[in-house]
């Protein structure tokens, strides 16, 4: 009893707790299971249902057909089809909404005596087949690789920072995964002798390196994995001419077959994606140029780089002003193609390091006119975001002109030391090919570079619209800046949300109540196409139903971006997030679709998922 009365206090505040912890799972769940089917399916769902089930009960198998073709254009014809849709539904249980046992039991229902209201709408968000998109390579791959945005990433061996963090292969191997094709390696000579004589690092900062031979490995196995069109490497070359001759020995031997090799030195075309399916495709300056161009950086003593060792010794504080000084100090986008070797070059290695340069880097150098000259031979030019930024309003015809042949890639400032990104509009806008991400990022712009490469199948390759590619009536070319006039009116229409109660615990919104979710949607493009809507908040509910409809005007719909956005309202604090996803709009399935949702950082979620329609009218010509 004495230990009762001594631990009385704090057996209350347990009893307390746990009292509170039933009252928040009653208050969570007391409405959760009879919640689901509480409000009103949406009027379009339920004339969907009506119209196709011929004002019955059920909807047969063969009205279902008719109304996956007729309503959703699916391209299925006979019941074996529909069953083959639902029996994989069986075999992989749901991926989206719905548990597996009432997947089952759809399929059940759905083989008897056909699918009840609630069942078709738990049918329509089950499962891939119903997704918004696309899936499957759809543009034209037989043009010129400058006729492409490209999924392209930044310093795409670090893991974190762009100062401290480490080197590794993993961050390589997970872009190749997500489909990225184009991978950027800063190679230096190393004298560590497990580095094969050339390490990967970030220069001049604390990142730790790792072995070129690991990361060209890696490349060689997972370069198409997701997807079978050529991997270009854009390669920052920091080396010595002798060490050319080794880097050449080893992407040869590691690549075999795999390497493209031009058969001229230079390209006055680039070939196409089609052609170089299952290639891996070696672009930098070459190091002839790379001799005869100014050395920017600042001048390491004996000409070679300081060691691992003497870097970690230096004070990260100075290392900091360091960068930023030298952000000032120098044209930053002179960084990216710089060879610091003063070493008399040896003409034999140069020249067999030559030869794998398929892709060709342009002048670092000169006014940006003449770097942006149209000649014969085609050329990757690289410019940092703030260069884009400032040509793009004193030469943005130039630009587009350049960008109709060559390449152009514009990699993130070097203040962006946290690995953050830029909106990647302005690259696209410009016909940019390469917008270099820093992939292990996870702010709003990568989102939207997902987005873009969810188009044509997710293969990493999207083709440019032609108003980018084509030169107009009179030598002009497309303006960022004048927009045409409206050509779509996109309709897109929210009608419920599904799933949070499987993927979050019941305190994970709200701690007392249930989340109050609402849908926020935008479409991210030219600025004029630029627009925002939001639905109602629907408090206390895991199973919002909105069933509201949003219009937007779109002027280029070729490069326009849907983003949607799931937040739980809150009084006095941010909303919480509760998913997103961006979606290319010239790729939407009209229709009623399950979309989605992913975390901040781009992971799937298993369960939530949207349902919405989707509607894109093109306006007649005038
Ligand atoms: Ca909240
Ligand atoms: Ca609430
Ligand atoms: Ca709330």
């Not at 746990?18 to 009027?43: Q, R, W």
Request: a positive charge.
């Amino acid at each position: 009893m004495k230990t009762e009365k001594n631990s009385g206090s704090a057996s209350k505040g347990k009893v307390r707790k746990k009292m509170e912890t039933c009252i928040i799972k009653v208050l969570n769940f007391s409405t959760k299971k009879g919640d689901v089917y509480k409000a009103e399916p949406p009027l379009d769902l339920k004339e969907a249902f009506s119209k196709f089930a011929r004002g019955e009960n059920q909807m047969k198998k063969d009205q279902l057909l008719r109304f996956m073709v007729e309503h959703q254009g699916e391209n299925i014809s006979t019941i074996e089809d529909l069953d083959k849709i639902v029996e994989k539904f069986l075999q992989l249980g749901s991926s989206c909404s719905s548990t597996k046992t009432s997947s089952t039991r759809i399929v059940d229902v759905y083989r008897k005596q056909g699918l009840s209201l609630n069942d078709f709408i738990d049918f329509l968000l089950l499962g891939d087949f119903n997704g918004p998109l696309k899936d499957e390579v759809h543009h034209d791959m037989d043009a010129p690789l400058s006729h492409y945005f490209m999924y392209t990433g930044h310093n795409s061996y670090l893991t974190g920072n762009q100062l401290t963090s480490e080197s590794s292969d993993e961050p390589i191997i997970e872009a190749l995964k997500q489909g990225v094709r184009v991978i950027e390696l800063d190679l230096w000579p190393s004298k560590s002798s497990n580095n094969d004589g050339i390490k990967v690092v970030h220069g001049r900062t604390f990142t730790t390196s790792v072995p070129v031979s690991k990361c060209l490995q890696s490349i060689k196995d997972y370069a198409f994995h997701k997807s079978d069109y050529p991997v270009i490497l854009t390669l920052e070359d920091h080396l010595t001419p002798k060490h050319h001759d080794k880097f050449a020995k080893m992407a040869t031997e590691i690549f075999g077959e795999t390497l493209y090799f031009p058969e001229t030195d230079h390209l006055t075309e680039f070939p196409s994606p089609e052609s170089l399916k299952k290639r891996i495709i070696i672009s930098t300056k070459p190091p002839k140029e790379c001799r005869q161009s100014a050395i920017i950086s600042k001048p390491v003593p004996n000409g070679r780089e300081p060691s691992e060792e003497e870097s970690r010794g230096l004070e990260l504080p100075s290392s900091v002003a360091k960068l930023k000084t030298e952000d000032r100090n120098s044209s930053d986008e002179d960084q990216e193609d710089v060879n610091t070797s003063d070493n008399k070059p040896n003409q034999q290695d140069a020249r067999q390091y030559k030869h794998l340069i398929a892709i060709h880097g342009g002048k670092s150098k000169g006014s940006m006119k003449n770097r942006l000259k149209d000649d014969i031979k085609v050329r990757r030019l690289s410019l940092s975001e703030k260069k884009l930024k400032s040509a793009s309003e004193s030469h943005g015809a130039d630009l587009i002109r350049f960008t109709q042949r060559n390449i152009l890639r514009v990699f993130p400032k070097g203040e962006r030391v946290q690995s953050s990104n830029f909106r990647p509009y302005l690259g696209w806008l410009y016909g940019v090919q390469m917008v270099a991400f820093n992939m292990q990022g996870h702010g709003k712009s990568l989102r939207l570079m997902r987005g873009m490469f969810k188009a044509n199948g997710g293969c990493g390759y999207v083709k440019k619209p032609e108003f980018l590619i084509r030169t107009l009536p009179h030598e002009e070319v497309f303006d960022p800046k004048k927009p045409p006039s409206v050509k779509q009116i996109l309709k897109v229409k929210v009608y419920k949300g599904d799933g949070w109660s499987l993927d979050f615990s019941p305190t994970d919104f709200d701690r007392f109540s249930p989340p109050d979710f609402y849908t926020e949607v935008s479409i991210v493009g030219v600025p004029a196409d630029c627009d925002k809507n939001k639905t109602r908040v629907k408090t206390d509910t895991w199973y919002p139903v909105w069933d509201e409809e949003f219009e937007f005007k779109l002027r280029v719909p070729e490069l326009a971006l849907l983003r949607i956005e799931v937040k739980d309202k809150d009084k006095g604090k941010k909303d919480d997030f509760a998913g997103q996803t961006c979606l290319p709009i010239s790729e939407l399935r009209n229709g009623f679709r399950s979309v989605p949702l992913y975390d901040r950082k781009g992971k799937k979620y298993k369960s939530v998922t949207l349902l919405m329609r989707f509607k894109l009218e093109t306006l007649n010509k005038l």
